[in-house]
């Protein structure tokens, strides 16, 4: 599969997988930023991507990060849908005691493409019985 992209910053990356089997691509920051703890931020990362129809981009934060500096993506997954063609953006939240920085491009998060069900949703009088019925939040135990 092909994925089309416009680099809006002729310094940003070309997105590549770092290791073959990778499932996702790292996103970089345009721009140097901060973040305080607590603060979140929309950080562009100076591409515009065309997902293909029948999939969606989720962009996911980097593990490192989160275990290092405690910092994580606000909205993760974030979803990119096929149609969307602005300037990707991650919305990123520092969750640690420490202010964080970050210089102009240092890979701040991941986008994987990942494919999706064209679902044609049905209204119906009432839905088949599972052995977990309507139990949600916690129902199994801890």
């Given at each position: 599969?092909?994925?089309?992209?416009?680099?809006?910053?002729?310094?940003?990356?070309?997105?590549?997988?770092?290791?073959?089997?990778?499932?996702?691509?790292?996103?970089?920051?345009?721009?140097?930023?901060?973040?305080?703890?607590?603060?979140?931020?929309?950080?562009?990362?100076?591409?515009?991507?065309?997902?293909?129809?029948?999939?969606?981009?989720?962009?996911?934060?980097?593990?490192?990060?989160?275990?290092?500096?405690?910092?994580?993506?606000?909205n993760g997954p974030g979803l990119i849908d096929s149609g969307y063609r602005?300037?990707?953006?991650?919305?990123?939240?520092?969750?640690?005691?420490?202010?964080?920085?970050?210089?102009?491009?240092?890979?701040?998060?991941?986008?994987?493409?990942?494919?999706?069900?064209?679902?044609?949703?049905?209204?119906?009088?009432?839905?088949?019985?599972?052995?977990?019925?309507?139990?949600?939040?916690?129902?199994?135990?801890?």
């Amino acid at each position: 599969m092909q994925a089309s992209f416009v680099r809006l910053d002729p310094e940003v990356e070309i997105p590549t997988r770092s290791h073959i089997g990778d499932a996702a691509v790292d996103l970089q920051t345009r721009y140097d930023i901060s973040l305080e703890p607590g603060e979140r931020v929309a950080v562009p990362t100076g591409l515009a991507v065309a997902i293909p129809e029948g999939f969606a981009g989720l962009v996911l934060p980097r593990s490192g990060h989160a275990k290092r500096l405690g910092v994580g993506v606000v909205n993760g997954p974030g979803l990119i849908d096929s149609g969307y063609r602005g300037e990707v953006s991650v919305l990123l939240i520092n969750h640690g005691s420490e202010k964080v920085e970050f210089r102009k491009g240092e890979r701040i998060a991941q986008l994987a493409v990942i494919p999706v069900a064209a679902v044609d949703w049905v209204e119906v009088e009432s839905l088949d019985e599972t052995s977990r019925g309507d139990g949600g939040f916690g129902s199994t135990g801890s």
